[in-house]
T-cell receptor, first 111, second 114 residues
């Protein structure tokens, strides 16, 4: 089955800097890659997703890039703010198959 | 607010007991997924239902079972509870049965087994 790994497991950045979180996946048939943000004690929230027919997608300060050849995708957050501090989960799936989540990365933005 | 509702928000019970967690999907969503999240752990997929039928099964214990009713709400039943079952239980819903569509999570039920 699909295996999704996230690197690093924790990330600390200074407010205003950029943060990049990388995920790798194992199944080359996977074609959908969402990112979720989870604040402490709250539900995971979908913040951006990308499908395999595009290489990059942006939404204000966040962007996701996909490299199908290398089987990795990354979340980019620019101009980080303290409210960006959370756990970020990546996931992958192929058609008619469940989402497989990574273990999550804790992002801390230092004011 | 994702549109997915879960009840109860909190549940405290003793070992050996049985509980039922309830989830109502977003209007129009046919799929419901259940996840378990233990302290400092990731999201463990338990089971998926699509339009009343079981679609996929993950790391769900035999003591756990679920179903989806004709009105599309779902219930997760946990029996013979153990201390290690203490966790946040989330359900999520999506429009289709395929994993390639957006999943929206409910607020979760925090289960504490004492």
């Amino acid at each position: 089955g699909e295996n999704v790994e996230q690197h690093p497991s924790t990330l600390s950045v200074q407010e205003g800097d950029s943060a990049v979180i990388k995920c790798t996946y194992s199944d080359s048939a996977s074609n959908y890659f969402p990112w979720y943000k989870q604040e402490l004690g709250k539900r995971p929230q979908l913040i951006i997703d990308i499908r395999s027919n595009v290489g990059e997608k942006k939404d204000q300060r966040i962007a996701v890039t996909l490299n199908k050849t290398a089987k990795h995708f990354s979340l980019h957050i620019t101009e980080t703010q303290p409210e960006d501090s959370a756990v970020y989960f990546c996931a992958a799936s192929k058609a008619n198959s469940k989402l497989t989540f990574g273990k999550g990365i804790t992002l801390s933005v230092r004011p | 607010d994702s549109g997915v509702t879960q009840t109860p928000k909190h549940l405290i019970t003793a070992t050996g007991q049985r509980v039922t967690l309830r989830c109502s999907p977003r209007s129009g969503d046919l799929s419901v997924y259940w996840y378990q999240q233990s302290l400092d752990q990731g999201l463990q997929f338990l089971i998926q239902y699509y339009n009343g039928e079981e679609r996929a099964k993950g790391n769900i214990l035999e003591r756990f079972s679920a179903q989806q009713f004709p009105d599309l709400h779902s219930e997760l039943n946990l029996s013979s509870l153990e201390l290690g079952d203490s966790a946040l239980y989330f359900c999520a819903s999506s429009v289709e049965g395929s994993g390639g569509r957006e999943q929206y999570f409910g607020p979760g039920t925090r289960l504490t087994v004492t």
